[in-house]
């Protein structure tokens, strides 16, 4: 059974790139993110945002987080906060948002899709 589409959770996909000396694994990654979603706004707040990490390109250290409409800016002020991973020094930039993966890497990841 799927649901109408005026009836479904409408989605954002925020672009992001983790800048350090080091590179991590995903795992690392999400761990942080959403480290810094429950202390910036608590668990309560991490179910509204009902974050998702979709991928991360370990190489280029860029990746997409699904995230509510609503809560967009949230998930970016999260992503703003955060300053280690694990032991190491690093920050995550948000280097855009859009409301379809498609269109997030034909603009940013200049990925044309057929």
Same mark, same amino acid.
């Given at each position: 059974?799927t649901l109408?589409?005026?009836?479904?959770?409408?989605?954002?996909?925020?672009?992001?790139?983790?800048?350090?000396?080091?590179?991590?694994k995903?795992?690392?990654?999400?761990?942080?993110?959403?480290d810094?979603?429950?202390?910036?706004?608590?668990?309560?707040?991490?179910?509204?945002?009902?974050?998702?990490?979709?991928?991360?390109?370990?190489?280029?250290?860029?990746?997409? %987080?699904k995230?509510?409409?609503?809560?967009?800016?949230?998930?970016?002020?999260?992503?703003?906060?955060v300053n280690? %991973?694990g032991?190491?020094?690093?920050?995550?930039?948000?280097?855009g948002?859009?409301?379809?993966?498609?269109?997030?890497?034909n603009?940013?990841?200049?990925?044309?899709?057929?």
């Open positions: 059974m109408l589409p005026t009836l479904r959770e409408k989605r954002r996909y925020v672009y992001f790139e983790v800048v350090s000396e080091v590179k991590f995903k795992a690392e990654i999400e761990g942080a993110i959403f810094s979603i429950v202390n910036l706004f608590g668990e309560h707040g991490f179910s509204l945002m009902n974050p998702k990490l979709m991928d991360f390109d370990e190489n280029e250290q860029i990746g997409v %987080i995230c509510a409409r609503a809560e967009a800016q949230r998930v970016k002020a999260s992503l703003a906060l280690k %991973i032991e190491m020094q690093a920050a995550i930039h948000v280097k948002i859009s409301g379809t993966l498609k269109k997030l890497r603009k940013y990841l200049n990925v044309k899709d057929k």
